[in-house]
């Protein structure tokens, strides 16, 4: 079978195409840091609009990495599109962004006396809640194999 110079060109060109789970959150690298928190040991995620290189507007950096899109999940199969090294993880342990059952300090028994839910990611024993959020995470080292590989020069945090 013979393809076409146009339909070669648009096959290779599709397998060249950068998954979006991944990817820069946003072509302005300054912008992004002064949203997401990039520090060795601890992991940071946040849901912004403004970032326009995201699907759903969800961008995490993971032990240091470099700020890249996610996205939910409920297992690894989820994150496979994004290629290797990407699984299925809880990321963040408070906020919004942390379980299914958050109670904004609005709403919640902020002070103790029993006339509202636990506040944040807690049971009404105190305990984490176990209804996690899970997202499509990698380690540092495979942000910066994907980085390598399209081109980008190394992410040096700031």
């Known amino acids: 079978m013979r393809l076409s110079l146009p339909v070669a060109a648009f096959v290779l060109g599709a397998l060249a195409c950068e998954p979006n789970v991944g990817a820069p959150c ?10 997401v928190k990039v520090q ?3 992991n940071d995620l946040v849901r912004d ?6 699907d759903q507007a ?3 950096s993971t032990d240091g990495s470099r700020p890249y899109c996610t996205k939910q999940c409920e297992s ?3 994150c496979a599109d994004a290629g290797e090294g990407f699984t299925c993880q ?3 342990s408070f906020g919004a962004l942390a379980c299914i059952d958050f109670t904004p300090a609005d709403q919640c028994d902020a002070d103790g006396n029993g006339d509202g839910f636990p506040c944040d990611c807690l049971d009404e024993g105190g305990s984490p809640s176990t209804l996690v959020k899970k997202y499509c995470a990698a380690s540092p080292q495979t942000i910066a194999a994907r980085d390598a590989e399209f081109g980008r020069a190394p992410f040096v945090a700031p």
Do not use: F, M, Y
């Not at 946003?26 to 949203?35: A, G």
């Open 40 to 42: 060795a040991g601890t």
């Open 76 to 78: 690894d199969l989820e």
């Open 90 to 92: 809880a990321i963040v």
């Open 49 to 54: 609009v403004s970032l326009d290189s995201c």
């Open 26 to 35: 946003d072509p302005n690298q300054e912008k992004v840091l002064e949203r």
């Open 58 to 60: 969800l961008c995490a």
